[in-house]
């Protein structure tokens, strides 16, 4: 398993939809994780106050550097997974990159989105020697959509200006995923009505769990996404 992810970009840009959707699919498969809210508008603070909150889901909030490192380690030492929410926040997005294993740079689907990804990727490239030895960073597509555009190719063309690689999955425009935060709870506890598409979110999102290492390097199963979903309800 891939133990702490940082997640950011100098333009908001879905870092804690990302972050609760990866933290919604470990909590799903029974794994202990602590979602680090070091974002400027502390979204993941406010969602963990709403009902439905895993009891596999700990929220900690970071507003410092020192604060961010012990919470990090704290969760090494628990052997627990951390998900860092920095937001647009260059400070926590440095930080929170020197104290993972993988950084993860969210575009969304504008061409500004995309400019904001490709210097957060230059600012991580300056930071590249310092922190924990073999890290690295990538692109990950936070909201996409399936219908090619000009727009799509105008980013698409941006991105691979930068020698750093993407994620070949990403989160596409569904509601599934910002309803978490209007009614708490993550894609695998909320259900078709408050939650409309649940059940494409839900492979996504797993897809892209296992891409990252999140699940563990295990090869995923024909259906990881229904396996996922009868482990959280019979744990429900």
């Known amino acids: 398993m891939t133990p702490v992810l940082s ?8 870092s804690s939809t990302l972050a609760l959707t990866l933290a919604g699919v470990a909590a799903a ?12 508008d502390k979204d993941l603070a406010e969602w963990a106050q709403k009902p439905g909150r895993p009891a596999h ?9 020192i604060a961010l490192e012990r919470i990090v380690r704290a969760a090494r030492r628990r052997g627990d997974l951390a998900l860092i929410d920095a937001g ?5 997005m440095r930080a929170g990159a020197r104290l993972s294993d993988r950084a993860l740079i969210p575009v969304r689907f504008s061409p500004l989105s995309a400019y904001a990804a490709l210097a957060t990727d230059r600012m991580l490239a300056a930071e590249a020697g310092k922190g924990r030895r073999g890290r690295d960073w990538a692109f990950v597509a936070s909201a996409v959509t399936t219908i090619p555009s000009r727009i799509a190719r105008t980013i698409e063309g941006m991105i691979e200006q930068s ?9 596409v425009l569904r509601a599934a995923y910002e309803a978490p935060f209007l009614h708490g709870g993550t894609l695998f506890t909320l259900t078709d009505d408050g939650a409309p598409g649940l059940e494409r979110a839900r492979a996504e999102a797993v897809s892209i769990a296992y891409e990252l290492g999140v699940l563990g390097y295990v090869q995923p199963t024909e259906h990881p996404a229904r396996e996922i979903d009868e482990r959280a309800a019979y744990a429900a």
């Open 88 to 92: 647009d926040n260059a400070e926590m």
């Open 29 to 40: 498969a029974e794994i202990p994780v602590v979602l680090v809210d070091a974002a400027r």
């Open 163 to 171: 020698p750093t690689p993407r994620l070949e999955i990403g989160l």
């Open 7 to 14: 997640i950011g970009s100098l333009k908001t840009s879905g």
């Open 57 to 65: 889901i700990q929220v900690e909030v970071a507003d410092d550097e």
